[in-house]
């Protein structure tokens, strides 16, 4: 069953604009990971988040965590065409170093 | 590197055949895991490993065998496909860090459709 549930489901903006999309996770974690996956491809490690630690950045993306909710947020600065993919949470809990992922979120982004 | 190679990218099985799907990773990392994705569903977990000689399942593993007799390789078997295989299988790996574990490296996915 999955840990993380993204939201939106379905994300459309213009080039030049931000993008967020949210995790939502049921129980305590060790860690959280953002992937993306462009369109019939494998998926591509973006950032990790550990519990201890509320936000981290890296290039145009910024991920926060509040773990008192159960939430992370994924925000993409200056969106490009190039971003359009699907974008996936995926946590680790207890002492297993295999993450459960969430359904997505897919984004598109219009020149 | 090549990371984490995947073969055959497709395939078509009649219902019934067995198959197996390789998965090869040259990173020497220790854990390695089987996916499934379809759609709407995000990816689900089928079966696992921690190191050579270690395996177990995960959320969906009917169906499916596994084995890791060397770090490298980790072939997925279909014992007798069903319809219901019908799906893109996703193999990635991953070595253990401090704080929980590193990203994975995924594979370019194998599209099998079972008829």
């Known amino acids: 069953s999955q840990q993380g549930e993204e939201d939106p489901q379905a994300l459309s903006i213009q080039e030049g604009e931000n993008a967020t999309m949210n995790c939502s996770y049921k129980t305590s974690i060790n860690n959280l990971q953002w992937y993306r996956q462009n369109s019939g491809r494998g998926l591509v490690h973006l950032i990790l988040?550990?519990?201890?630690?509320r936000e981290k950045h890296s290039g145009r993306l910024r991920v926060t965590l509040d773990t008192s909710k159960k939430s992370s947020s994924l925000l993409i600065t200056a969106s490009r065409a190039a971003d359009t993919a699907s974008y996936f949470c995926a946590t680790l809990s207890g002492g297993s170093y295999i993450p459960t992922f969430g359904r997505g979120t897919s984004l598109i982004v219009h020149p | 590197n090549a990371g984490v190679t995947q073969t055959p990218k497709f395939q078509v099985l009649k219902t019934g055949q067995s198959m197996t799907l390789q998965c090869a990773q040259d990173?020497?990392?220790?854990?390695m895991s089987w996916y499934r994705q379809d759609p709407g569903m995000g990816l689900r977990l089928i079966h696992y490993s921690v190191g050579a000689g270690i395996t177990d399942q995960g959320e969906v593993p009917n169906g499916y065998n596994v084995s890791r007799s060397t770090t490298e390789d980790f072939p997925l078997r279909l014992l007798s496909a069903a319809p219901s295989q019908t799906s893109v299988y996703f193999c990635?790996?991953?070595?253990?860090?401090?704080?929980?574990?590193?990203?994975?490296?995924f594979g370019s996915g194998t599209r099998l459709t079972v008829v």
């Open positions: 990635a790996s991953s070595t253990p860090g401090q704080g929980g574990g590193y990203g994975y490296t």
């Open positions: 990173m020497n990392h220790e854990y």
């Open positions: 988040i550990r519990s201890n630690e």
